[in-house]
């Protein structure tokens, strides 16, 4: 690091790169996030369980359908995210006034706020739908795998299944709750009032 | 030449096997004392091995599986000759049956005629 | 038999035959019988050896599926490879009342077992067990062959020994007896025309002496008295045995 | 904490490429026998029954066409029946699957490659041996086409092996041997194969490919390492022991071929290797082999059932741990030892049925239910660990 920026236009480093980011900005990666995430965790898990479920159907074909079950729960896990990127997506409110600047009374604090609340949100449930689609998609693998075997197993892995699916849950309600504090300012605060 | 006659096996796998672990076999260069008798071998084969191990003189006892010498009776009935003697044996699948063996019937005959 | 001249000399010849044929007979009568004895030894002791065989056989069948469940397929590499005969038969002979019996005796070369290492990898003890139960198996199927040998050459023995006791009972002896009756019917014959004879010499004697002694008489007498005096010392009865 | 991964995935995406085909080989699990199927064929009192018994089971289709069953065309067609299987999933495995799959044929093509070499040797049709080939060991068509084109003399043998057998993938086991032992014998490929016994031949193959499918193994590393290595060390020590103690009586026992032959056969792999093999190599009789297999627990017992001279033989002792530790192989999931195991037990299924088939043909009824049956609820280990439970 032999010349230092000293221009005011530099870029001061990572700090200032993700606080002149615009919490708007923040918002819809949230949701991105969120979704895709969701979607990248349930795709996973249907892999892994459709892989095996398919093969073990080969010599049981009566777990076809009952399996679909541990299918539906991995798509459970995108539907979570669509959910949340739906709540998300409402709570993004752009200003009443439309203007190049934003006035001196807007409320920034909140602003900042729900941007990075709404990231996080999304994110949250993101990484835990991922973590939930893997672990249901390989719960439901060896479902398919033990049912082929023992249909009496079906049941007690599904509750396994269940728990795994339960981990996205988890992120869904935290995400809510996250998101629930997060109010987009619409138009400057009331000065004196 | 060693002293003393071989015993050729006329058989099907199980018996063959069986009798070269116990040390029967011998393989020389251009010929051996012995014939694996398969399902797909022609009884021709068989007829063959049997004329030519009778006529061998290093040979001393041929032993014959009972259900491969019921099938070349009509060579067996012409043979006279007492050495090699010709032994039928059993086989895994096909226990031995008294009432099948040319000797035993003899056998019988005398026992049941004499008492 | 008509061919034999009814002589005394040939009558004795034949009584010697008739001897010599009566004792053969009863010899070979004996010997059939010790025959028919050994037979029926041998004829019973196959009967058994044959029952055991078929137990050792299905042992040794069996020892066979054991080794193959432990070692696997290896049937086929048995007959693999260079192979010389460990096992071989050595045949004597055995002397039953006359009759030379094939024995088959075990005799093993002592030399290395082929293919030693089978079921190296696994199930090598139940191969060992398979060579030592088909060995009992082929001990066993060897005292048989000699057996079946001798029971089939006794057999034959047998059916020509019963042949000779049959021809000598049925039909030598008859033979010579009919000879010795012939001999012996000619002979009297003989004697009797020998007797005839001479008892006709002896007529004629006497008759030539009667009428040489007639004449004399009649020379010396001539006296017709005399002459029944003569015919009366004749006495009737007398003539008559010599009239045939 | 991270889960084991090779270059065949982990326990996230093992199932991307391999999911399918380990399930196929999972569901095929349903078709070995239970044991109420052998309860059943037990019960038999003639082959007839059996049949009738089968049919009701996997083996419906193999029996389906034979008018008389017998012990020999029984285990041809489940044979038959188990490569069909193997084939299918071969053609659906993708690498690094495809590889260990072949070195699972490996085994076998040894075997076949043995017994056309000696019987080539011995003048016997090459294409009477071609049929009596493992078929799971078979070469690639071309080779299979140019084999019998040879002709069953000297020249032609060796020009058998030096234009077709060495590309086979089990040739370089062979040229490893052929090096090995023209040092010490000093003689040509043809010397080597008259003179050495078919069997050490093949022990000593056998050795180069536990030793390269271990290498392999502990390459994809993982589960598949762990457990499938743990496979392949037992079965190396399992050859390990059965050599000594089959080499009693044998020319290998003699003290100068002990350390020139018989080490050599020992894999340098296993629970055993080194400490136990290079003790191993000193061992004369059973007892002094008893001594040293005392030193390591998981073989004491085995040995034991040996020592204790029942009619159970250690052959029966080692399909049994086999039997057992191939079953517990499926008890995880997202490796490839699962592979291995399928083979190897339906291999011990057909090794009973055809146990079973001969028992009920020679009329054995006593000896009837000695096998190692395969998922077994009688299992010994499951028994006992059931009842500690």
């Not at chain 1, 739908?129 to 009496?152: E, F, M, P, T």
């Not at chain 4, 069953?69 to 285990?75: A, K, N």
């Not at chain 4, 140019?146 to 000297?154: D, G, K, L, R, V």
């Not at chain 4, 009837?368 to 439970?389: D, E, G, L, Q, T």
Request: charged letters at 20%; aromatic letters at 10%.
């Amino acid at each position: 690091m032999s010349d230092v920026c000293t221009s005011p236009f530099c870029n001061a480093g990572w700090g200032e790169l993700l606080s002149h980011m615009s919490p708007y900005g923040f918002a819809n990666f949230g949701i991105a996030f969120g979704l895709g995430f969701s979607v990248v965790g349930a795709a996973w898990g249907i892999w892994l369980t459709g892989s095996s479920l398919v093969g073990a159907a080969v010599k049981a074909p009566r777990i076809r359908s009952k399996n679909l079950i541990s299918v539906i729960f991995c798509e459970a896990t995108a539907i979570y995210g669509v959910i949340m990127a739906i709540i998300l997506a409402n709570k993004i409110k752009k200003p009443d006034e439309e203007s190049y600047q934003l006035p001196e009374n807007w409320d920034f604090p909140g602003f900042y706020y729900a941007g990075y609340g709404m990231f996080s949100a999304g994110l949250s449930v993101g990484l835990t739908n991922i973590a939930s689609g893997v672990s249901v998609g390989i719960a439901g693998s060896s479902c398919a795998l033990a049912d082929a075997q023992d249909a009496s197993l079906f049941v007690k892995i599904l509750i396994v299944e269940i728990f795994a699916s339960a981990l996205g849950i988890f992120g869904i309600i935290v995400g809510i709750i996250e998101s629930n504090a997060c109010n987009f300012p619409i138009a400057a605060l009331d000065n004196g009032n | 030449m060693d002293v003393g006659k071989l015993v050729a096996v006329i058989g099907d796998e199980d018996t063959v096997s069986g009798f070269l672990l116990a040390g029967v076999g011998h393989r020389t260069a251009d010929s051996t004392n012995f014939l694996i008798v398969k399902t797909d071998t022609k009884l021709q084969q068989v007829e063959e091995a049997f004329l030519n191990f009778s006529q061998r003189d290093d040979v001393g006892i041929i032993l014959i599986n009972q259900h491969i010498a019921n099938d070349i009776r009509h060579v067996l009935k012409d043979y006279t000759q007492t050495i090699p003697t010709v032994l039928e044996i059993p086989s895994k699948e096909h226990p031995y049956d008294p009432e099948q063996d040319y000797i035993m019937q003899r056998v019988n005959m005398y026992l049941g005629g004499g008492n | 038999m008509s061919e034999v001249p009814p002589t005394r000399m040939n009558q004795q010849v034949f009584k010697g035959k008739k001897k010599a044929a009566e004792s053969g007979h009863k010899l070979l009568k004996k010997k059939a019988d010790a025959l028919k004895v050994k037979f029926r030894d041998y004829a019973k002791m196959i009967a058994e050896t044959k029952g055991t065989m078929s137990t050792d056989a299905t042992t040794a069948f069996f020892s066979l599926t054991q080794a193959e469940y432990a070692a696997g397929n290896f049937k086929q590499k048995v007959a693999e490879g260079t192979l010389t005969a460990r096992v071989r038969v050595g045949a004597g002979i055995d002397n039953v009342a006359g009759v030379k019996l094939p024995v088959f005796t075990i005799y093993e070369t002592g030399g290395p077992a082929d293919n030693q290492s089978l079921g190296l990898i696994g199930g090598g003890k139940k191969v060992v067990q398979v060579r030592e139960r088909f060995t009992v198996f082929l001990s066993q199927l060897i005292k048989l062959a000699s057996l079946q040998t001798s029971f089939v050459t006794l057999d034959e023995a047998m059916k020509v020994t019963n042949r000779r006791v049959n021809a000598l009972e049925n039909v030598t002896i008859p033979k010579i007896q009919n000879v010795l009756d012939y001999i012996d019917r000619e002979l009297d014959e003989l004697e009797r025309e020998d007797f005839t004879r001479l008892k006709l010499v002896q007529g004629k004697k006497e008759e030539v002496t009667v009428n040489v002694s007639d004449a004399t008489n009649k020379m010396s007498k001539l006296d017709i008295n005399q002459d029944k005096d003569i015919t009366a010392t004749f006495d009737a009865q007398d003539d008559e045995d010599v009239v045939f | 904490m991270s889960t084991p991964k090779g270059p065949h995935g982990g326990l996230s995406d093992f199932n991307i490429h391999h999911g399918f085909i380990e399930a196929l080989i999972r569901g095929m699990r349903c078709s070995f026998l239970k044991d109420a199927d052998y309860h059943h064929i037990t019960q038999c009192e003639n082959l007839e029954d059996v049949k009738l018994n089968l049919s009701e089971t996997d083996y419906a289709d193999a029996v389906a066409d034979m008018t008389v069953l017998t012990p020999s065309d029984l285990q041809a067609a489940a044979i038959k029946k188990l490569v069909t299987e193997f084939k299918y999933v071969r053609t659906q495995a993708v690498e690094p699957l495809a590889t260990f799959l072949d070195f699972i044929t490996y085994e076998y093509m040894i075997e076949n490659i043995m017994l056309l070499l000696k019987g080539a040797l011995s003048g016997r049709d090459i294409n009477e041996l071609l049929a009596q080939c493992h078929p799971l060991g078979m070469f690639k068509d071309s080779t299979m086409r140019s084999i019998p084109t040879f002709e069953p003399n000297a020249k032609g043998f060796a020009d058998l092996y030096q234009t077709v057998l060495v590309d086979t993938p089990v040739g370089p086991y062979f040229a490893m041997f052929l090096q090995e032992s023209s040092n010490a014998m000093g003689g040509e490929v043809r010397n080597v194969i008259e003179e050495v016994e078919i069997e050490i031949i093949k022990s000593s193959l056998i050795k180069y490919w536990i030793e390269d499918f271990t290498q392999y193994v502990e390459k994809l590393g993982g589960e598949t390492a762990e457990i499938m290595g743990d496979l392949l060390k037992v079965r190396a020590d399992t050859n390990a022991i059965n050599i000594t103690l089959n080499s009693f009586g044998t020319p290998l026992n003699e003290p100068a071929m002990r350390a020139s032959d018989r080490k050599r056969l020992y894999p340098a792999v296993g629970h055993l290797y080194p400490s136990g093999t290079s003790m191993l190599t000193d061992v004369a009789t059973e007892e002094e082999l008893g001594r040293v297999l005392s030193l390591f627990p998981q073989y004491a017992s085995i040995w034991g059932v040996h020592a204790a001279g029942s009619d159970k033989s250690i052959d029966d002792a080692f399909y049994e741990r086999d039997v057992m530790s191939l079953e517990l192989a499926f008890e995880s999931q997202m490796h490839f030892g699962v592979f291995y195991a399928y083979v190897k037990l339906k291999e011990q299924e057909i090794r009973n049925l055809v146990w079973i088939t001969e028992c009920i043909l020679q009329a054995q009824k006593d000896e009837i239910n000695k096998f190692v049956p395969v998922f077994s609820f009688h299992a010994p280990w499951r028994a006992s660990a059931s009842k500690a439970r």
